[in-house]
């Protein structure tokens, strides 16, 4: 276990997924330590699915993290304070193909049990094992006004990722 952290379930996640995802934001983290990237992500959720809990995540083709999450069996979600808007508007804004995010945001990787990278510095660390995946597809769309949130037709991939650990900062 993670020095400074303790191990909850998804029950015991007591702060809104709302607020979690569109106010605090995560990063979604694939890869192992020798070579990974992160994404911010404000787009998500969290919930119970084919007798599991589960998370939620879209990533679209085009951003660098896609690679990493399609050869990877796990992923994280982590999330920060206040303190850290700045990285995480980084992670958002900047490729990790131009730049190793890691460095610039000053965060400390660290493995989970199954390889993947978690940060030191998150408040909320949650890995998932990638159970399912999903292309957006727009003929789909039954509100016409989502199409919006596509104008260059970079459609997202959803992955649904089983919760196998969930660390709180103590």
């Not at 787009?43 to 660098?64: E, T």
């Not at 949130?149 to 991939?157: I, L």
């Amino acid at each position: 276990m993670l020095a400074g952290f303790k191990a909850v379930t998804a029950a015991e996640i007591t702060q809104s997924q709302v607020e979690l995802w569109d106010k605090e934001w995560f990063l979604i983290t694939a890869g192992d330590l020798k070579q990974h990237n992160m994404m911010t992500a404000s787009w998500g959720g969290m919930g119970y699915l084919w007798n599991k809990p589960v998370v939620f995540i879209f990533v679209r083709p085009s951003r660098h993290t896609y690679q990493f999450t399609e050869k990877n069996d796990y992923f994280t979600l982590s999330s920060y304070s206040e303190q850290y808007r700045s990285q995480l508007k980084l992670c958002g804004s900047r490729s990790g193909r131009d730049l190793d995010k890691t460095r610039e945001t000053g965060f400390t990787p660290c493995a989970s049990p199954s390889g993947s990278v978690y940060f030191k510095e998150a408040k909320l660390l949650i890995e998932c094992r990638k159970i399912y995946f999903q292309d957006i597809n727009n003929h789909h769309f039954l509100l016409p006004e989502i199409e919006k949130n596509y104008a260059d037709r970079q459609y997202h991939r959803m992955y649904i990722g089983e919760i196998t650990e969930i660390l709180v900062k103590e």
